[in-house]
């Protein structure tokens, strides 16, 4: 590192201007396992603390990117982590025009220079849920969209708990050792279990897939009885 507080200042600002003139790229991934769900993932980070999440226009109208995004018609909600952000849409709305304006809705907002959101976001001053709240609104979920979503192909994703902030779940029927489980844990189950509970740091699978692949958790084994003589 340079003795000079000035040069290492001047590098640093040389930097960010290299990175500031890179093209901006945004990739879109849609949930295998809900239609109404999409990640969109930039080249840029957006927001370096915890997740954010806006499930109403007045909610997002307090942050620069949440302002833009929100006043989408058909934007229902805003997850935004890191370097994603996962939008929920209305029923009605049609991805083939959404995309589009949310990908030129991004972008703008970082050309403009302004922080995508305030330092505080994220901090509500709301008490933190506690796991068997989380668990309920992971529960919730189950119940009202995803299950019915995999029905239809024999399968179903079961709460096992909610322990730390970490979710461990089954699957059963046709989704026990079917080779595409992973896919559709990571890119669909995750993006919803985000929007209902963005507090949850990991999804952990405790299903026994068989196929000589042993379960990715089990609980802690009880300690066997003694006989008495």
């Known amino acids: 590192m340079s003795e000079s507080p000035v040069a290492d200042l001047a590098l640093a600002l040389a930097l960010a201007l290299a990175r500031a003139d890179q093209p901006i790229s945004i990739r879109a991934e849609m949930s295998l396992a809900d239609g109404d769900t999409c990640k969109f993932t930039v080249s840029r980070s957006l927001h370096a603390g915890g997740p954010v999440l806006w499930v109403s226009r007045g909610q997002a109208a307090d942050a620069p990117l949440g302002g833009r995004l929100g006043g989408l018609r058909g934007v229902a909600s805003v997850l935004v982590a890191g370097n994603v952000v996962t939008i929920g849409k209305a029923p009605g709305a049609s991805w083939t025009v959404l995309k589009a304006a949310i990908g030129a809705a991004i972008r703008a907002q970082l ?119």
């Open 111 to 229: 050309q403009s220079g302004v922080p995508a959101l305030p330092e505080t976001a994220g901090a509500t001053g709301a008490p933190a849920r506690s796991d068997a709240e989380l668990g309920a609104a992971v529960q919730q979920l189950l119940d009202r969209e995803v299950n019915r979503a995999i029905a239809h192909h024999g399968g179903k994703i079961s709460l096992v708990e909610v322990r730390d902030r970490r979710l461990f779940i089954t699957m059963s029927g046709g989704c026990q050792g079917c080779a595409s489980s992973q896919v559709t844990l990571q890119q669909g189950f995750e993006v919803m279990v985000k929007r209902v509970a963005p507090e949850i740091t990991a999804i952990v699978d405790a299903t026994d897939h068989a196929a000589g692949r042993r379960p990715f958790y089990r609980p802690p084994a009880t300690a066997a009885m003694t006989p008495t003589p």
